[in-house]
Nanobody
Framework: QVQLVESGGGLVQAGGSLRLSCVASGRSFVFYTMGWFRQAPGKDREFVAAISWSGNSIDYADSVKGRFTISRDNAKNTVYLQMNSLKPEDTAVYYC?????????????????WGQGTQVTVSS
């Protein structure tokens, strides 16, 4: 079992920045690919970014490329999502997920563990 706890969400004006964190506990974090997804009201959970256990393989959704950066610190069992130049359309609940996979999946259904989510609201 892996337990995930997200933090760092909040209310920010358009153009601002936030850094989300996801701390993992339980089985060895270092073996897991980690992903960030988001879900807006009435919409499906959508892929944002993912990073392999080594950090050598990273993928981003086109909508966030150049604005968001995913990283991980295996010594701290933590994955981060640095979000810059935020837009109102980035407003959603952000979730981190974990899966044992050599490559970062972009489909939510492929992840085995999820956190409870953290709300990000971007005002115009």
């Amino acid at each position: 079992q892996v337990q995930l706890v997200e933090s760092g969400g909040g209310l920010v004006q358009a153009g601002g920045s936030l850094r989300l964190s996801c701390v993992a506990s339980g089985r060895s974090f270092v073996f897991y690919t980690m992903g960030w997804f988001r879900q807006a009201p009435g919409k499906d959970r959508e892929f944002v970014a993912a990073i392999s256990w080594s950090g050598n393989s990273i993928d981003y959704a086109d909508s966030v490329k150049g604005r968001f950066t995913i990283s991980r610190d295996n010594a701290k069992n933590t994955v981060y999502l640095q979000m810059n130049s935020l837009k109102p359309e980035d407003t959603a609940v952000y979730y981190c997920g974990a899966v044992r996979s050599p490559k970062p999946p972009v489909v939510a259904g492929m992840y085995d563990y999820w956190g409870q989510g953290t709300q990000v609201t971007v005002s115009s």
